[in-house]
């Protein structure tokens, strides 16, 4: 993506969707946390022809998905205080969080793969089999939608949780 907060559309939306089987805020958190492998290659001056590297393949991503996982379920006191904030039914155990890590990370690589030239995500293999399949302003556009209808139903939950309430 040109910028990671892209990102927060489609996995807001998916997490928030599919959030009795997914770890929302890990799933979420996942898909920015991938991208830390890009910060560190700018700042690091390496960047070259890609920015893009291990992180953002399906194998190795997997990997760093399940470290943040469980890094997360280390935060889990944390991470529920934050989600009765939102005020979004929350209940997870550790199996949950691990997983919603990898697929966070795995969404955020299937989109960078289809926007990046320099992703690998089917890494050994060099091609990227994704690249193109929808133009940069699709890509854009399927982000920005996702994360309109995602606020929507978020706002529309909160008003249902008032209403119940009165």
Not at 7 to 33: E, S, T
Request: overall charge positive; hydrophobic content about 50%.
């Amino acid at each position: 993506m040109p910028t990671t907060p892209y990102h927060f559309g489609p996995a807001g939306l998916l997490g928030y969707i599919f959030r009795k089987w997914i770890d929302l805020p890990v799933f979420v958190l996942a898909n920015v946390i991938v991208d830390i492998e890009v910060l560190l290659v700018n700042l690091m001056g390496r960047h070259g022809s890609t920015i893009h590297r291990f992180g953002h393949t399906f194998l190795i991503g997997a990997v760093v998905g399940a470290m943040w996982g469980f890094v997360a379920y280390l935060e889990l006191p944390l991470i529920s205080w934050l989600m009765k904030k939102t005020r979004i039914p929350y209940q997870t155990n550790a199996p949950k969080m691990i997983i919603s890590g990898v697929l966070g990370v795995w969404l955020h690589v299937l989109i960078d793969g289809i926007y990046h030239y320099d992703v690998k995500p089917f890494w050994p293999i060099q091609k990227n089999y994704l690249l193109g399949l929808l133009s940069h302003s699709q890509v854009k556009w399927i982000c920005v939608i996702c994360a309109a209808i995602f606020v929507l139903l978020y706002v529309l939950s909160l008003k249902k949780q008032t209403a119940e309430k009165q």
